[in-house]
């Protein structure tokens, strides 16, 4: 009995604290989600109850624009990051986007949005050329990264995945200098986190932003069918579209909507362009720093207790003609 009791009172509370600290203490963890089973859409874990008061989020894609001191400005002068990095952080305190996904972040991106955001937003982000799963300041590479506020959300896990036949390893260079079995031209991944949002009784949000390859047709059609069983599995449902969590999918995907590479994500989740409000669903969001106009970067989302409000491309002057070759893409939306 005394040791039963030693159990109860000592070291079951220890446990249990050391388990609710974990994300926290750990620096991008790569755990293989446990398990391939997938729990029935039934199954109500992770919802939430509204308490009736509407409660809105904004959700954010953002390709930044890796630090190029070559890149310049339709009039000739520098699009460099040293120009750019004020006008962005200018972008975020004024929108205040919940979550942002951000796409080709490297070192010194990734340093700034530490300092910049360390106040207001937490910060999470994996070099997609690191074996282990390392923070792009330490891999001192690309990758993507995610900023979420920190007096909303409580982050519950964090990871990622490469975009390759096997998801848990590091693709390998080919002779062609490829990479993986689907040859991209990069290495690409998915980073995601779980969010519980404090606003409304701890609801979780599953975020899941991803860098396409920018050559390899095979390579995004292939990424997005791998997103799509990744989430099921990491989500533990059947129904992304219509089921109990409240899941997005966001990023630079480097395809239009319906050039057929993405079928497998338009089947399964919603389309945030399409099924939002807002007079933005035509507009680009690819400018090429003055030189290009089309849709490559999206936002899709599933779950039956989102209802979607509003969609926009972001392409306000911020002090800069441009804040990066991609514009900031938005979605707000509200339980339901």
């Keep these: 009995m005394r040791?039963?009791?030693?159990?109860?009172?000592?070291l079951l509370p220890v446990a249990l604290m050391i388990q609710?600290?974990?994300p926290e203490d750990v620096v991008n963890p790569v755990t293989p989600p446990s398990g391939t089973q997938q729990e029935d859409d039934d199954d109500d874990s992770g919802t939430t109850t509204p308490s009736?008061?509407?409660?809105?989020?904004?959700v954010c894609t953002f390709n930044i624009r890796y630090a190029n001191t070559a890149d310049v400005f339709p009039d000739g002068s520098s699009a460099a990051w040293s120009v750019r990095r004020d006008a962005v952080k200018k972008f975020v305190d004024?929108?205040?986007?919940?979550?942002?996904?951000?796409?080709?972040?490297?070192?010194?991106q990734a340093q700034d949005f530490a300092s910049f955001f360390s106040t207001d937003y937490g910060y999470y982000d994996v070099g997609?050329?690191?074996?282990?799963?390392?923070?792009?300041?330490?891999?001192?590479?690309?990758?993507?990264?995610i900023l979420y506020r920190k007096d909303r959300f409580e982050p519950t896990l964090k990871d990622f995945f490469w975009l390759d036949t096997q998801p848990r390893i590091l693709p390998v260079k080919n002779e062609d200098g490829t990479y993986g079995d689907w040859?991209?031209?990069?290495?690409?991944?998915?980073?995601?986190?779980?969010l519980k949002d404090k606003k409304n009784n701890d609801a979780l949000i599953y975020?899941?932003?991803s860098h396409y390859d920018h050559k390899s047709t095979v390579a995004r059609k292939n990424a997005s069918q791998l997103n799509i069983d990744q989430i099921k599995n990491i989500a533990k449902v059947t129904d992304i579209k219509d089921g109990n969590k409240i899941i997005f999918h966001v990023g630079d995907l480097n395809t239009t909507y319906d050039s057929g590479q993405l079928n497998v994500l338009n089947d399964n989740m919603h389309y945030a362009r399409m099924?939002?409000?807002?007079?933005?669903?035509?507009?680009?969001t690819f400018n090429g720093f003055g030189k290009s106009d089309s849709q490559i970067d999206h936002i899709y989302y599933g779950g039956k207790a989102v209802k979607a409000l509003k969609y926009w491309v972001d392409k306000t002057n911020y002090g800069v003609p441009y804040i990066s070759d991609h514009y900031p893409v938005l979605f707000q939306w509200e339980y339901q």
């Design 3 to 10: 040791i039963k009791h030693l159990f109860l009172t000592v």
């Design 207 to 209: 975020f899941f932003p």
């Design 128 to 145: 997609r050329d690191s074996a282990s799963g390392s923070s792009i300041t330490s891999a001192n590479c690309e990758g993507v990264g």
């Design 275 to 284: 099924e939002a409000g807002g007079n933005d669903k035509y507009t680009g």
């Design 20 to 22: 609710s600290c974990g």
């Design 183 to 194: 040859m991209s031209a990069c290495r690409r991944i998915t980073v995601y986190m779980v």
């Design 52 to 58: 009736g008061e509407s409660v809105s989020m904004i």
């Design 94 to 108: 004024t929108v205040k986007p919940d979550i942002i996904g951000m796409q080709e972040v490297r070192k010194a």
